[in-house]
């Protein structure tokens, strides 16, 4: 296998074809690196367009946000502090909420038997 290899290069048209191979790979990579610096810009102009449009919509979404801020700043006080003022302040319903607790509870409670009661009659089957 050596001596075939050994021979083939030492042939006299082994010079020009080796040369000829070697133009033909310089050729293609030069075409590649040229296709390879195209692609470079058109990917860094479009990376550019989406920095500048996120830019764009940090500030309008900022904007909003401020604006949102803003409304909330000069919106009147909520209703629970209303409630709490006209109701006797906050010491009055938390101590109306301790003695008699929320309303919505006993049907929460409710809910959660019956969803128990009926995840038991499923496993059972």
Same mark, same amino acid.
């Given at each position: ?5 050994? *021979? #083939?290069?030492?042939?006299?048209? %082994?010079?020009?074809? @080796?040369?000829? #191979?070697? +133009?033909? +790979?310089?050729?293609? +990579? ?13 990917? *860094?102009?479009?990376? @550019?367009? =989406? ?8 500030? %309008? ?14 919106? *009147?006080?909520?209703?629970?502090? #209303? ?13 109306? =909420? %301790? ?20 995840? %038991?009659? +499923?496993?059972? *089957?």
């Amino acid at each position: 296998m050596l001596a075939l290899v050994t *021979k #083939a290069l030492t042939r006299p048209a %082994a010079g020009p074809i @080796a040369t000829s #191979a070697a +133009l033909v +790979l310089t050729a293609v +990579l030069a075409a590649s690196l040229a296709r390879a610096g195209q692609t470079e810009g058109e990917l *860094k102009a479009q990376v @550019a367009a =989406l920095a500048a449009a996120a830019r764009a919509n940090s500030v %309008a979404w900022r904007t909003q946000l401020d604006s949102c801020r803003s409304e909330l700043a000069q919106a *009147k006080p909520p209703m629970t502090t #209303a409630v709490t003022r006209v109701a006797g302040g906050e010491e009055a319903v938390a101590e109306r =909420l %301790a003695s008699q607790g929320p309303a919505g509870f006993d049907v929460c409670a409710r809910m959660e038997a019956a969803d128990r009661a009926v995840l %038991a009659s +499923l496993d059972a *089957k």
